[in-house]
């Protein structure tokens, strides 16, 4: 009897410290993914950046994130005095740093990629516009022509030795390229630093990589550009980017008429046909050249592009109804 009742205690027992263990576990998977986050003012928008996992390890990752962030403000702002880009658009030449000729090297492949629909020269339409800090007006017909003198990267840009030119009266604006440049240095520091997860909001453009919290998909929406009201919504484990163009981020006002920044090179006035453009990939420097790739293309032709490259792509059309692309299906749930 009294083997039979010590047998019961050792069951108890194990039991115990089974259960213990579990709940010892459980907890500490908890307490390495709680979640850590900050804020701050970069290239002309907010920077959010949420991350799980051990909170000391999780500040420093994103010491270390934002920084290498504000370095590619510093390399590629339009606005600040001593960038390099900056430099390069005042003094017509500069020898680039490492990063800075990384920068011009991924816009030269855009470029080529686009077959010219993205092409930082459009900045000689911005300038004439107005949407550097002067007064907005609207360019006519022959005013455009002479300034199509400027666009093309290849007729523009050269390099000669270690130098970089660009031809006088052109002018290069790298914030169609430079965003998702800094999402991507942002997320190689949290993914050296072995975070559980992460998700990076540049105004508005997404990155999500690794595990949330709770273990439930990234879950984000996509807003209609018009309302507060969300057109879709995407669910995902893999990491994705997930960039939107629109004609409502940046514009000038010309006679009680809004005139937005994605402009249509060939013509030299702002693309017609699209509210908004979402763009989901793998990597946020492919996010954001594709969305303005779509963006201005006419409808035909992007619908054509999306289902020839497979692109997960949510349109807004200017007039008729939101259309998804093909591979866009498998990833917005309406």
Not at 3 to 27: A, G, H, P
Not at 30 to 39: A, V
Not at 65 to 78: G, L, N, T
Not at 222 to 237: C, H, Q
Request: aromatic share 12%; charged share 25%; glycine share 6%.
């Amino acid at each position: 009897m009294a083997l039979k009742n010590m047998s019961k205690i050792v069951r108890i027992i194990f039991i115990l410290i089974l259960v213990f263990f579990i709940y010892f576990r459980e907890t500490k998977k908890h307490e390495l993914f709680e979640k850590t986050e900050r804020s701050e003012k970069l290239m002309d928008t907010i920077v959010y950046i949420q991350v799980y996992g051990d909170p000391e390890i999780a500040s420093r990752a994103l010491d270390a994130a934002f920084k290498r962030m504000r370095s590619v403000e510093e390399i590629a702002s339009f606005h600040l005095p001593k960038s390099e880009l900056n430099l390069l658009n005042v003094n017509r030449e500069i020898v680039p740093s490492a990063s800075f000729s990384e920068i011009l090297e991924l816009s030269s492949k855009s470029v080529k990629l686009t077959e010219g629909r993205f092409d930082p020269t459009f900045a000689v339409f911005h300038k004439a516009y107005g949407f550097y800090g002067g007064t907005p007006r609207l360019p006519n017909e022959a005013e455009i022509t002479e300034l199509k003198r400027f666009i093309g990267w290849n007729r523009v840009i050269s390099q000669e030795g270690n130098k970089v030119r660009i031809a006088s009266g052109a002018l290069l604006d790298l914030s169609g390229i430079a965003g998702g440049f800094a999402e991507a240095a942002a997320a190689e520091e949290l993914r050296k630093a072995s975070v559980k997860g992460f998700i990076i909001d540049d105004g508005g453009d997404l990155y999500m990589e690794g595990e949330k919290g709770d273990g439930s998909p990234w879950k984000v929406g996509v807003r209609d550009p018009r309302n507060e009201s969300f057109m879709a919504v995407v669910e995902t484990f893999s990491p994705n980017a997930i960039s939107t163009s629109g004609d409502y981020e940046r514009y000038v006002e010309i006679d009680g008429k809004r005139y937005h920044h994605i402009f249509d090179v060939s013509t030299g006035r702002p693309a017609p046909w699209y509210k908004s453009v979402t763009v989901i990939a793998s990597d946020p420097r492919d996010a954001e050249i594709q969305t303005k790739w779509v963006f201005t293309l006419p409808p035909e032709e992007a619908k054509k592009l999306c289902n020839e490259k497979n692109l997960p792509v949510l349109v807004f059309p200017a007039t008729g109804a939101i259309w998804v692309s093909e591979e866009g299906k498998n990833f917005f749930q309406q």
